[in-house]
């Protein structure tokens, strides 16, 4: 019932930029913090940058000073602005979202099916 759909992922040169969004639908009552994560091929999946509904983000040191994580509450949807691209940035990332579908109902973690992003000359 709910939908986080991404898209903005692509085949970018080093030092390039990409931008990710992510929306979510459906039935929703609230959405409380939304993130991206990724994984690389034989590594763990890890968190890449996070914001909450009052808009207080963290991030990954990998990423600090070069991705930036925004949101729009009313669109229920999250942004993930990538520049200064690096080979090792090269994963699939997925959008995630912790969401309480009715007032009385506990939130939530949902995924999203995940967006490859490659960084390569």
């Known amino acids: 019932q709910v939908q986080l759909v991404e898209s903005g992922g692509g085949l970018v040169q080093p030092g390039g930029s990409l931008r990710l969004s992510c929306a979510a639908s459906?039935?929703?009552?609230?959405?409380?913090?939304m993130g991206w994560y990724r994984q690389a091929p034989g590594k763990q999946r890890e968190l890449v940058a996070a914001?909450?509904?009052?808009?207080?983000?963290n991030y990954a040191d990998s990423v600090k000073g070069r991705f930036t994580i925004s949101r729009d509450n009313a669109k229920n949807t999250v942004y993930l602005q990538m520049n200064s691209l690096k080979p090792e940035d090269t994963a699939v990332y997925y959008c995630?979202?912790?969401?309480?579908?009715?007032?009385?109902?506990?939130?939530?973690?949902?995924w999203g099916q995940g967006t490859q992003v490659t960084v390569s000359s």
């Open positions: 995630n979202a912790n969401i309480r579908i009715r007032s009385y109902s506990r939130a939530r973690d949902y």
């Open positions: 459906g039935s929703i009552f609230s959405v409380n913090a």
């Open positions: 914001v909450t509904s009052g808009g207080s983000t």
